[in-house]
């Protein structure tokens, strides 16, 4: 009597909650189950795949001919001080420092931001450059 007489003002319900009908599970079988599965493993995949792409295209879009230029300078002067040295420590800083010029010649002479994953690229490949210089020293 008190849900009636409120009559569905304020958001309360006019029906007590315990006798609305109660939702029905439907009993599948294994093979239901799994092509259910299936079928939202493709529908995942297919919305990721989607998006990678998507950021490929963007990162395609970004690089420009002088970053380009810029990555093979990077890796042929970390190559020439391994080649020079053998020694991975002096590469792994050779990788940070050619990264960082190119970054600071970036803003400061092409008056643009720098492409983030040839920075990125360069500073992962040195770290590791670096650690193995260390772990094998």
């Keep these: 009597p008190i849900l009636s007489l409120i009559g569905g003002n304020?958001?309360?319900?006019?029906?007590?909650?315990?006798?609305?009908?109660r939702f029905r599970?439907?009993?599948?079988?294994?093979?239901?189950?799994?092509?259910?599965?299936a079928k939202n493993l493709v529908f995942w995949l297919k919305k990721r795949w989607l998006a990678l792409r998507d950021s490929f295209g963007y990162y395609?879009?970004?690089?420009?001919?002088?970053d380009l230029f810029d990555c093979m300078l990077i890796g042929g002067c970390g190559?020439?001080?391994?080649?020079y040295n053998f020694d991975f420590l002096v590469a792994g800083f050779t990788l940070w420092l050619s990264a960082m010029l190119t970054g600071i010649c970036d803003w400061l002479l092409r008056k643009r931001e720098p492409w983030l994953l040839k920075i990125y690229a360069a500073l992962g490949g040195g770290a590791f450059a670096i650690y193995l210089g260390y772990a094998f020293q």
């Excluded at 599970?25 to 599965?37: F, S, T």
């Excluded at 395609?60 to 002088?66: I, K, Y």
Aim: charged residues 20%; hydrophobic residues 45%.
């Design 10 to 21: 304020y958001g309360i319900l006019t029906e007590f909650i315990g006798t609305a009908e």
């Design 25 to 37: 599970i439907e009993q599948k079988n294994l093979w239901q189950r799994l092509a259910d599965v």
């Design 60 to 66: 395609r879009q970004a690089a420009r001919p002088a």
């Design 79 to 83: 190559y020439a001080m391994f080649s």
